[in-house]
């Protein structure tokens, strides 16, 4: 597919058919990277996409349990002092 780069005051840009932008699942911003010489622009994915699915597989199956050593014992600054 073919695109006209327009002037956009100092810069350059172009337009996205709607069509390209469904199918990327583009929303409002994008991530911009060159590679090989290549324009790659790709949909902006939000921080720790994708955690709740995987957390979930892990409580399936069984592992999801703690992996850290039992923590020392409190301390009386502890029970006094700290709050969650």
């Known amino acids: 597919m073919k695109a006209t780069i327009v002037r956009i005051g100092n810069s350059r ?5 709607k069509p390209l932008i469904e199918q990327c699942e583009i929303q409002d911003e994008v991530e911009l990277e060159i590679k090989d010489r290549h324009l790659v622009i790709r949909p902006l994915r939000r921080a720790r996409a994708g955690w ?3 957390f979930r597989c892990m409580a399936e199956c069984g592992d999801d349990i703690l992996i850290d050593r039992v923590a020392e ?3 009386a600054w502890d029970k006094r002092e700290w709050h969650w």
């Open 13 to 17: 840009g172009i337009r996205i058919p």
């Open 52 to 54: 709740d699915e995987a």
């Open 73 to 75: 014992p409190s301390t």
